[in-house]
């Protein structure tokens, strides 16, 4: 069951992402943390897990370093080091996109089964709104990201397959690798590239 350490985290969520929206929309950003968060539990994650869901963008987009702090001291070392392996920075501005994503993909070979668990469904929660805006906006939703379409599809079919060499159990990779697939079909590329 979840304690007031859940709630805690779900005020803060809501206060350090409040004026933030999903890219090129109006949806308030807390949504995708919601969203997450709803995956972490769902496919067997703690309420370490589960805050960290909620919190796994706070220092790449609301407060950088000084808030990993905060984070370490209100929810413990657990929660701020799954936080911590979510990251790909916490400078502004930020370093280049490549540069950043291959980073990350990485370092997610030292990532605890937690970290995995939550970054796996970020990036499952992120990859089933592409393919929902690919059904309704078509080609246009890569002008939402900095990796345009190009970057975009080898980032995911690369994390995808990292996931996957890392152990992250199935379901979840396997749901992750039909969507990424189902990614690549509409943009055209073909599922035979994603692993």
Known sequence: MLSPRFDLALQCASDWHRDQTRKGTSIPYVSHLLGVTALVLEHGGDEDAAI???LHDAVEDAGGALRLAEIREKFGDTVADI???C???DITPKPPWRTRKEAYIARLATASPAALLVSCCDKLHNARTIVA???SLGSSTWAKFNGGREGTLWYYATITAEFRRCGVPSPLIDELARTVAEMHELAGQGSDRVP
């Open 52 to 54: 960290a869901a909620l």
């Open 133 to 135: 805006d690919l059904w």
């Open 83 to 85: 936080v911590d392996h």
């Open 87 to 89: 990251t790909d920075t």
